[in-house]
């Protein structure tokens, strides 16, 4: 898949059934994550999202056109609190309405970008800002598309990411374990552990999952791999990574009403992910 496609669908289905995941969720919940995301409305946040929308699409645009654009330095705290303050009062279904037709906006804007702008670094950097990682960030009711899409390509990226860094040892370090595949073995002990959850859930919709002591948990996880050779634990974590996604892709939508699930899910594959990014 090309990046300019990953972009699209990334806005047309992650984005794009955003809100109705929300929705989704026990009023008391939704408000609670969006609260824990530091915003005191849903409203509010879609505001952050939709204006950081507008300001990377207007820089992206300028690139695929050629044309000047400002080069500003972002005051992160004030760009936020001014985009919630342009919404505050408006009202819920007009600004809904706004919120769908930027996004809209967005992607036929993006269909007539050319391909090879999508390699230009400050296109991948507000791509990646506003787009694809800032899905990750906000990831208030997660969905099949972005825990496939960590997975099918985020994921992999780990070990070529890896292999090209200079100091390896510092990275290491600031994980906090000897050897990269101590890091693949960590993942896919908790991989397996949310694929006992899936199938439990599958079983019985009111599942209750009993998760391990954590830190006992990875260590008994290093210990359980550290005999088994570099291209061994690779190979069993590109092995559990396509189980893992069949069976996601194979999953029945009204399992992620579960939300200890849903919330497994959303932090042991696709935050999870992030905590181990190069």
Known sequence: MSEKQRVINFVEHEWGTYVKRFNRLPKDEGLKRVNEEGYETFQDLLAHIMEWWTEG??????????????????????FNAEAVAKYKNWNEAEFMSLFEETRLGVVADLKKVDEEVFANRRVQGWVSGIFTHHARVHLVAC?????????????????T??????????????????????ILAHIIGWWDEGLKMIAGVKQDSAFVYNAPNTDAFNQELVEQYKNLSADEVRKMFEEKRIALIEVIKNMDEKLFDNLDLERWLAADVVEHFDEHDI
């Open 143 to 159: 969905g099949k598309f972005i825990l496939l899409d960590t997975l099918e390509h985020e994921y992999p990226t780990l070990i």
């Open 57 to 78: 699409m207007g820089i992206i645009m300028a690139i695929a056109e050629k044309r000047k654009f400002e080069r500003k330095k972002y005051d992160f705290d004030v």
């Open 161 to 182: 990411k890896f292999d090209a860094l200079e100091d390896k040892n510092e990275f290491l370090k600031k994980q906090g374990l000897e050897r990269f595949e101590d």
